[in-house]
């Protein structure tokens, strides 16, 4: 997400630098850029700050720069599941917004639900919704289905965590086999989850009716999203999941728990339908229905995507940048 939003606002003319405390790799491509943050040296880092008109920043941890720093301060606010493993980062996240939040010049929620919570728990109002994008040059449908396993065939791409909840899709695909016998499900990701998955694909014997890919480079997405008939996601925590879009598009309409966010955007792209969260019969006729009508969505999840193409969130980004510069 970082990655496409920095693409954008440099081809739009805007200088970015990523800063991070480390990198687990380098961010490629593009013309920002990259910098380890010296966090153990404060007037070294308060020095480097003062190089930049705004500081745009993601991550918890680092919402205490705005200690050092006297320059515009964003914090773009992605959401953590308030349970399991997610925990102790969403514990971090919120005691930083509560001890920084004076020092945020504005908020920035990828979602309308996450605005709610913001003003719902720490009664801030300097929130503004931009929603995650999609580069829409890369996710289209005009591929090659060079991955297609079965009819119908679903997909989830995602970390494979325990709030992904992806056991309840399989719990789900064994009993649409016996409606439909070819029913495929792809699953692209890793995470902790993934032996347990493997695990319950063999318990279920779904050998022949599932694949654990693993990680697939992101400008393999496309294919796989081209070689499924709907995207599908169990996830009992989310903000604004960018497969979602990726999936919209490519063509693809969408199955996702009803939890506040899926709703909220099922609702305003009418591109796919909502299962009640542990309901296996909900999921199970959610996924029949939404292949037998798939076309029915096809449009409307192409037109939401191109209205939330990266170009357009950076020109919002850009906007607020603006904003917040002069006030």
């Known amino acids: 997400m970082i990655e496409n939003l920095a693409n954008q606002l440099t081809e739009q003319g805007t200088e970015v630098t990523i800063g991070a405390l480390a990198f687990k790799r380098f961010p490629p491509g593009g013309n920002h850029q990259v910098m380890t943050l010296p966090v153990y040296n404060p007037l070294k880092l308060k020095r480097i700050i003062e190089d930049f008109d705004i500081v745009h920043n993601h991550h918890p941890l680092t919402n205490y720069l705005a200690l050092v720093s006297r320059r515009p301060f964003i914090y773009h606010y992605h959401g953590a599941p308030d349970f399991g493993r997610g925990m102790p980062f969403r514990f971090s996240m919120l005691l930083s917004i509560k001890i920084m939040k004076q020092s945020f010049d504005a908020i920035i929620a990828v979602s309308k639900t996450g605005a709610a919570e913001l003003k719902r728990s720490f009664s801030l109002d300097n929130i503004h919704v931009i929603y995650n994008g999609v580069n829409t040059n890369l996710f289209k449908e005009q591929y090659e289905r060079k991955f297609r396993k079965g009819t119908p065939q679903f997909l989830f791409v995602g970390n494979l965590y325990a709030h992904k909840n992806v056991h309840e899709i399989l719990f789900a695909l064994k009993k649409l086999i016996k409606l439909y016998p070819m029913a495929y499900l792809m699953i692209v990701g890793e995470g902790n989850s993934y032996d347990n998955l493997r695990n319950l694909i063999a318990e279920l014997n779904l050998q022949n009716h599932v694949s654990l890919v693993g990680y697939v480079p992101h400008n393999e997405l496309p294919y796989y999203y081209s070689s499924s008939d709907v995207y599908i996601t169990a996830s009992r925590c989310e903000q604004f999941p960018l497969p979602l879009i990726e999936a919209w598009a490519c063509g693809k309409p969408v199955i996702a728990s009803n939890i506040p966010a899926h709703l909220a955007l099922l609702k305003e792209s009418e591109a796919g339908l909502a299962y009640k969260v542990g309901s296996i019969p909900d999921?199970?006729?959610?996924?029949?229905?939404?292949?037998?009508?798939?076309?029915?969505?096809?449009?409307?999840?192409?037109?939401?995507?191109?209205?939330?193409?990266?170009?357009?969130?950076?020109?919002?980004?850009?906007?607020?940048?603006?904003?917040?510069?002069?006030?």
């Open 283 to 327: 999921l199970v006729s959610c996924m029949a229905y939404i292949y037998e009508h798939k076309d029915e969505y096809s449009e409307k999840g192409v037109s939401f995507a191109e209205n939330n193409d990266w170009s357009l969130v950076a020109r919002r980004v850009k906007k607020l940048y603006k904003a917040v510069i002069e006030n």
